[in-house]
């Protein structure tokens, strides 16, 4: 099922990931969610500290 | 110049008629191909007159003052960066959903509500669907922060019809040199074209630059990139991201079948400093 057969479906959800040998991992098209498990992970990513929504209610793709 | 925005949706809906004629001779991007889009695909960008959307979402990976944003990326380019992390759908203006402006509005207005604080429109890229990314202008509201993420590539007269659409031009400045542009991206003529609209921009409203860095390309991409910036638009707002992963065709060039090296990455970054540049996190 694609929302071109139902149009008031909006688009899936995409986030994607690459894990490095080396620990990095690097994050494209990163969703509020994503980060939240993303710094559970590595509480010391800085770089994902600062993406993650403090508020209780983080806004969500509707 | 972006004086007000309070009359930008009524603008934004001329505007948006205005390209939808213009695709009868599509001159959008520098490429300048001036075929009939209406008529079907035929241009560089292979896209027709329909327009598709692969990604709409909020999003938190762009730049910290623009986070969360709602992200609407719409299907096909007219670049063909063979490391594009999106190259499936970049380079397919057929790949992902028909665009639905009305019901793309209502997401947006929703994202908004929640909390998103800014709208983002981008490809691929948006200037090959100029028409499209109008008339959603046209449906939001007035005071609504938007972003247009670009490649720098667009024409002038894509120029005119953008200007005052968007708060903000987030653009791409990808190569130092025409080789690498010509080699890793198939596009001719890349540093006069991107020069020229990142001058326009920075004179026409705010402007954020991007530069990915590439494993290899330090001494003839960045290098290059920075001491212009440096010396043309002091004080810009400059994002530099290390976050190169080799996607798509990448692997097709040596270089780039590998990510970007921390030493790599922090002498890019040393050369930002030594240059002044307003780096933005």
Not at chain 2, 104 to 128: D, F, I, S, Y
Not at chain 2, 155 to 183: E, I, P, T
Request: with cysteine; aromatic share 6%; hydrophobic share 45%.
């Amino acid at each position: 099922m694609t929302t071109a057969d139902h149009p008031d479906i909006p688009p899936p959800l995409v986030t994607e990931l690459l894990l490095l040998p080396d620990g990095r991992i690097l994050a494209q098209n990163l969703t509020p969610v994503m980060a939240a498990i993303l710094l559970e992970l590595n509480p010391n990513e800085e770089a994902i500290r600062r993406r993650v929504i403090k508020p209780s209610n983080p806004p969500k793709t509707p | 110049m972006i004086a007000s925005m309070t009359n930008r949706p009524a603008r934004a809906r001329t505007n948006a008629a205005l390209a939808r004629s213009m695709l009868a001779e599509c001159r959008f991007c520098a490429h300048d191909c001036a075929v009939n889009r209406l008529a079907g695909p035929g241009g560089r960008c292979h896209a027709g007159a329909d327009t598709r959307c692969f990604c709409a979402q909020v999003e938190v990976t762009d730049e910290l003052e623009l986070i969360p944003t709602y992200a609407v990326a719409f299907s096909g380019c007219d670049l063909r960066c063979a490391f594009c992390i999106t190259g499936a759908e970049s380079w397919d203006a057929r790949a992902g959903e028909p665009f639905d402006a009305a019901k793309t509005a209502a997401r947006v207005v929703a994202a908004l509500e929640r909390g998103a604080r800014t709208v983002m429109v981008l490809g691929g890229e948006p200037t090959v669907h100029l028409h499209a990314a109008l008339e959603l202008v046209s449906l939001l509201p007035s005071d609504a922060r938007l972003v247009w993420k670009t490649n720098a590539h667009g024409s002038g007269q894509a120029r005119s019809l953008l200007d005052g659409m968007f708060d903000v031009w987030l653009a791409d400045y990808k190569f130092g040199n025409d080789h690498c542009a010509r080699n890793l991206a198939q596009i001719p003529d890349y540093t006069a074209v991107t020069r020229e609209n990142l001058c326009w921009a920075a004179s026409h409203g705010e402007l954020i630059v991007r530069h990915l860095l590439m494993p290899g390309h330090l001494e003839c991409c960045w290098k290059p990139v920075a001491n212009w910036l440096a010396a043309e638009l002091p004080g810009v707002k400059m994002n530099l991201r290390a976050g190169f992963w080799p996607a798509w065709q990448a692997r097709r060039h040596e270089e780039l079948r590998v990510p970007i090296r921390p030493d790599e990455s922090e002498a890019a970054f040393d050369l930002a400093r030594k240059l002044g540049l307003n780096l933005i996190p």
